[in-house]
């Protein structure tokens, strides 16, 4: 079955200790990305990749870091995460590029809630 | 993001009525409008999605049309079931780059019987 697959799903964490979301998906992507989903401000990019070893800031890349060693997996790495940080991430991947542009469906993951104490 | 504007952020009709939701964007070489529809607890799903080269797109009910020239596209849902409720996004590429997919801020659609 095609998918993208999060973990955790739920996490409760406190200030400054170092967590990482893992994403994999199983449809040969090139291009895979995170965002956050928070109350009012709808769904905010923080780092895409088109390609592995190719990433790229998205809108709120501040206290994130990613990685992109192998196709299929795409850690988001929160290095001292903080309370402003507690939120729903999603992880997405897409397959169709068109020249310089992303234009293909996005397939989502189930999410990862995020609480930071 | 912040190239990507949408309203209402609301949206009340009642079963059988239409619904329209509105999506600016600021970088006129984008080219490429999908809508995504999320219900309540789950991952978004996209539902439509138009690109530069047509004005208008229809799936059954639904339907998008984009206006380049205005920088808009608007999602039309017809003859409205419950099951409509959910959260809808719109979005666009850009405009730093063409990789970035930018969403609106959502709008959350009621269906009442």
């Known amino acids: 079955e095609a998918q993208v697959t999060q973990n955790p799903r739920y996490l409760i964490t406190v200030t400054g200790k170092k967590l990482t979301v893992t994403c994999s998906q199983n449809m040969n992507h090139e291009y895979m990305s995170w965002y956050r989903q928070d109350p009012g401000l709808g769904l905010r990019q923080i780092y895409y990749s088109m390609n592995v070893e190719v990433t790229d800031k998205g809108d709120v890349p501040e206290g994130y870091k990613v990685s992109r060693k192998e196709k299929r997996n795409f850690p988001l790495i929160l290095e001292s995460p903080s309370p402003n940080q507690t939120s729903l991430y999603f992880c997405?991947?897409?397959?169709?590029?068109?020249?310089?542009?992303?234009?293909?469906?996005?397939?989502f993951g189930e999410g990862s809630r995020l609480t930071v104490l | 993001g912040e190239n990507v504007e949408q309203h209402p952020s609301t949206l009340s009709v009642q079963e059988g009525d239409s619904a329209v939701i509105k999506c600016t964007y600021s970088d006129s070489a984008s080219n490429y409008f999908p809508w995504y529809k999320q219900e309540l607890g789950k991952r978004p799903q996209l539902i439509i999605d138009?690109?530069?080269?047509?004005g208008e797109k229809k799936d059954q009910r639904i339907a998008v049309t984009l206006n380049k020239t205005a920088k808009h596209f608007s999602l039309h849902i017809t003859e409205t079931q419950p099951e409509d409720s959910a959260v809808y996004f719109c979005a666009a590429p850009g405009p730093n780059s063409g990789y970035a997919l930018n969403f609106g801020k959502g709008t959350s659609l009621l269906v009442t019987p």
């Open positions: 997405a991947s897409s397959s169709k590029t068109s020249g310089a542009w992303n234009t293909g469906e996005l397939f």
């Open positions: 138009i690109r530069s080269n047509v």
